[in-house]
């Protein structure tokens, strides 16, 4: 899954990633689409038991568009 | 309703949808535009039995635009 | 008055608007211009009786122009 | 004076402005230049009695380019 | 490996690197992908030997991908 | 030395200039070049009376480049 | 080593210079590259006698790429 970013965020799609974001918040999501500009969108998870243990992490219940520029990282 | 960012904000037209800000707050309405910028115009909701439970969530009551580089995340 | 929010400053154009800025300030007055970065134009409110109870509202005097990126909503 | 605000500074060259910068100063000189970017040469105002009560407000005494991007409001 | 930033990046593909962020954060990994913007791939370094002694410094463990705009350094 | 801001900092090539930060510092020094994004290039300034007295002000010693994004004002 | 700001740098190509950025960091090394947008490569300087007494400025060891948006000065 290595390569260019937007070519890492490609091949992540329908799969769940981790979003960290400049206020400190973490959304956990399946990745259903991105932007050039890292603007991204979660959809939920169904299998719970994939969400990680990091207690601040939000899990997705809706159709979530993230703007790009809160983002620091996302974990593929 | 997954897909690009703008994609979403398309198929959200007419919805009521969240938009959290940079600053903390929270605005609900129904999505009646957007642009490029994620810049969007909220309207107010007329089913206020939709209205999450969130209680800093801020109703819209008039036609507002929100300038795009204030959002944090849309909620479809 | 729906639209993209460029299309709803236009079509409130001469009418009262209220900008809220990053800063926290507010600014009532009508709008007399705007440009595609969301700068804008206000002018003095002639009807007093039109200003929103809002006692952190700015009640605009002069010819005030609102460089763009302090915006974070425009309520028409 | 109405119009876009790039019309309005036009319009407002060799005048007396007053401009208000995100780090709480305030600056009034005659409006001697812009550009697009709202970045604005001020000179020292000649007429001291045009000079408006406001105690934190700065005249500009020598010829001053203020950086468009920390410019919240510009007043004609 | 001198040269021009994004020539840097280039040589170091596969390396590990260091990525020093504006909110304090220090990432370790092996440069994986990058773009003109600075947004970077790191992936996990297979040799554990080759961390850093820097107590602050977060392994990466996944594909991580970075947004260029909160980098401050990145140490080849 | 009125005109758009570039002009003035054309017209203020090899003349000592005070430019002041968004951090606080000032910088006096002799214009030695500029760009189009307000970069500028500070030189020492050779006729130490020519100082103001402004007791924050840091005096030129080197060539010194400053990023344009850091600057609020330059007094020529 | 006068000029416009990328005139300065191309002159200062294999010289030491001083870059202190945003958050107070200060970086000594031999400029080995830089793009448009002041992004800078540093690498370490050889002759240690060089290194200017500022008790907080951190002399590069590795190679270093400073990203543009954290540059406050570059000192040639």
Known sequence: ?????????????????????????????????YDQHMNVV??????DEAVPGDIELRQVEDTTIIRGDNVVTIKA
Do not use: C, F, I, Q
């Open 1 to 33: 899954m290595s390569g260019r970013p937007l070519d890492v965020l490609e091949a992540s799609l329908n799969e769940p990633v981790t979003v960290h974001l400049k206020d400190g918040d973490a959304y956990y999501g399946v990745l259903a689409g």
């Open 42 to 47: 979660l959809e939920e998870a169904l299998d």
